[in-house]
């Protein structure tokens, strides 16, 4: 304050030659107002709803994906905005090849899929590589976080890689990828890979998502085998024996023999496809366009029959019931009066001294007695 | 009126000779008094709790019929009855070998049981015989209702027969053969099968509450595959190619070995157990024996490892859950604001007007505003 009125002072003096500072006001703002305003805009969506949904039809990748942020955003004011967009979107949806790709850890999963990817986009197609992996904990990033894992892929511009959700249930992962499609199909891209890890949940999930859900291998049934969990082999419209090259390449054929002799023993699917099982080198290149040509060849045949159409119906009704499902169950065990009792319970069961159907009753009561 | 005053008259008359009739009391009950009394009670329980599970308990068969009767029922009353019952056999309860038995229609099921049946008593041993087929609308009765269909086996003591309960969910089926399960073993049964229908939804549930699962089969992979759903074979701990008799032995022993090198190749089970492919003849009692011995080594092994005793647990509390999401979902959909919706928010999913997650975000914010 001395300093103030010292200044203050001296510049009455008219011999004074410095700067002028003028009187100051009485309250001083503490933030400044245009300061103020530009902050509050940046916390509103930068884009209007219709300007994502343009933006995503012109196929504005920037855009899709700020669109997509929204989608696996956990607030609320994104998750209205994100249906809104998907809303607006679903009339361009749906005309695309779903593709899930699934193997364990080891499978070259990522060689795949960075080899198939270019033999799609040098064919003229437009890819978007999505992922599930609720399980991982290297996120937000995810088993596709790492770019260079498709170094290739992530250079071309018709090719968009999108890591999975960040860790969280099952279901609310698969709902984020479930919309990402949408949002992916609307900006045009016509093939859409869904990569899993074939060892946990997601294999489900994913499969109840795409056209086409292929299993990628190892020759040498074996220790290869060890992770991949049971059930997967039976939800396989195609079986690829990877890394057929070199010394490998015997081993693989055998293989693809040996998955043959075994699908042909496995009850008919519904589509009307006979599963196949194939070799392919992802390294090499090998093999490749043979694998998108059963693609087509299963697309056309399950479009022709009506299945591809009835399966895409069949399985928006799924997740409809899915999510509803979820989230009454979400709703259940969150609910205070449910924590405190499931514990024992669940151990009065595990000590035979409660059936299951008592315990559940039990706490269905405490539930149901505060609904109206 | 007047033939009582006739009498009352003539009863006066001290020259009569004929039956004594008294005077009528002036309000005549409608009904018997002691008659009433006796059909009370018989509408109450016949028994009470303890003599329910001291007849259990001592083997006694018409007790345990109508113990599983309460189970079956839909009446709260009859529940209240039944869920106390098993409270108090629940001690005494999981000490059998529970044997999930499922195969196509023409697989010889019935046979298969009544020949392995007999062995298994020939031996000592109690079987109990259950059943679930939710489908069924043969039902009461279902398909084990057919006594013929295990004339030998039903006539021995050491055999307790019990088709499935009448049609209804899945889930409420289940639950009832799986506390009829307790129920069979707190009255002795040390062997329990549950037969079911491969071809819906119920091999997952029987999967869920036996120790080991046998698929049936018949030679000739083909034709016979037809039925069986995709996803059962991966379940099986063994399959079991019925029928190897006659002019059909040389065919099931090619099936056999086809089953065989495509069992090598699924990845191994968690319990430790490799799948085996058997064959059998149920008409002329061969292979019978050596499954038995089969289903024995798998017991050891698996009591041995612990594999048999986590898996009963993980069981339960799989019940319990799976038992506390069937409700949540009855629930849901039987409320009158979610009837009302349901339809439209799946047309319009179905015709890409609405996403899945909308339309169940729709339903469900309807249901959750009525809860405190």
Known sequence: MSTFDEHHHIENDPSYKGLKVNKGVESVPTVNPDAAKRFLKKKKPRLAIDDYVKGILDGNVTVLSQAVTMVESSKPDHQEI???????????????????????PGAGKS????????????????????????????SKGSILGDKTRMEKLSGESNAYIRPSPSAGSLGGVARKTRETIILCEAAGFDTIFIETVGVGQS?????????FFLLLMLAGAGDELQGIKRGIMEMADAITINKADGSNKERAN???AEYRSALHLFPPTKSGWTPEVKTCSSLYHEGIAEIWDMVQEYVELTKNNNYFEANRRSQAKYWMYESINEQLRNHFYQREEIKSGLELNEK?????????????????????????
Chains 1, 2 share one sequence.
């Open 254 to 256: 055998l293989a693809q």
């Open 111 to 138: 060689t795949f899929i960075e080899s198939m990817g270019m033999h799609i986009i040098r064919n003229g197609g437009k890819l978007a590589v999505l992922a599930i992996d609720p399980s991982s904990e290297r």
């Open 348 to 372: 009065l069961v595990l000590n035979d001294e409660k059936s299951s159907f008592m315990a559940a009753k039990d706490l269905l009561d405490k539930y149901f007695k505060n609904i109206k």
């Open 203 to 211: 294999e489900t999930a994913v499969h109840s998502m795409v056209d």
């Open 82 to 104: 994100a249906q809104q967009i998907i809303e607006k979107c679903l009339p361009y949806a749906g005309k695309s090849i779903r593709l899930g790709i699934t193997g364990v």
